[in-house]
Structure formats: structure tokens, C-alpha cells
């Protein structure tokens, strides 16, 4: 089992940044792909961004891309999400998500991708 927990959100103004860190305990040893996600109330899960380990690949959504960078801390197994330029469109609760199993036909944009999931942190913008 992989434990994820999240932490980093909080209320910030338009064009504010914010970094959020997940970081992943248990059986880690193998975690191929950990990602973003985010979900506002009303509306679907979707994704955001994810990174591939082992190479350090990473994908982003369109609407976040060119504003937030996904990184990662092979010391602390941790993986960071960037947010510069927040929209109040960006607010929503944000969710790590990982999984062991690497596959290149599987799309990491997608929910079932992933296997182990946090709690969420808040991200909330005022305009």
C-alpha cells in the first residue's frame, strides 16, 4: 500500500502563486507515475498534471500549461505542483494521485489510471 497525503492549498488573489506537495510513504518502492488532479464543487475530477519517474516525462493539462510546473524530490518521495498566475478558475480541491504500474499505452490523464489517492487540499482565488 502507498499512502499520499497533500498539503499547500489555501486562499490566494488572482495572479498569486501557490506550491503544493504531496508526499508518498509506505510501499513506494516502485511508484512509476504520481499526478494532479483537481475537482471544483459541481463539476468532474479532471487532471491537471502528472509526471512519469523514471524519466521524469510530465504531461499537463492545456488549461494549466506554461503556468504550472510539476517536480519532484527523489530524497523525500514527494512531488510538488508549482501554480504561478492562479485564475479564480483554478480554485477547486487539488488531489495526489499515484500508482506502481507503468504502462505506455495507459493515458495518465485519466482517473483509473492511478491507484492511491489523498485527501485533497483547498486551492481557493479571489478575482
Known amino acids: 500500500q502507498v499512502q499520499v497525503v497533500e498539503s499547500g492549498g489555501g486562499l490566494v488573489q488572482a495572479g498569486d502563486s501557490l506550491r503544493l506537495s504531496c508526499v508518498a510513504s509506505g510501499r513506494t518502492l516502485g511508484t512509476s507515475v504520481m499526478g494532479w488532479f483537481r475537482q471544483a464543487p459541481g463539476k468532474q475530477r479532471e487532471f491537471v498534471a502528472a509526471?512519469?519517474?523514471?524519466?521524469?516525462?510530465?504531461w499537463y493539462s492545456d488549461s494549466v500549461k506554461g503556468r504550472f510546473i510539476i517536480s519532484r524530490d527523489n530524497s523525500k518521495n514527494a512531488v510538488y505542483l508549482q501554480m504561478d498566475s492562479l485564475k479564480p478558475e483554478d480554485t477547486a480541491g487539488y488531489y495526489c494521485a499515484a500508482t506502481q504500474l507503468y504502462y505506455s499505452s495507459r493515458n495518465y490523464r485519466e482517473i483509473n489510471a492511478y491507484d492511491y489517492w489523498g485527501q485533497g487540499t483547498q486551492v481557493t482565488v479571489s478575482s
Open positions: 509526471m512519469f519517474w523514471r524519466n521524469i516525462s510530465t
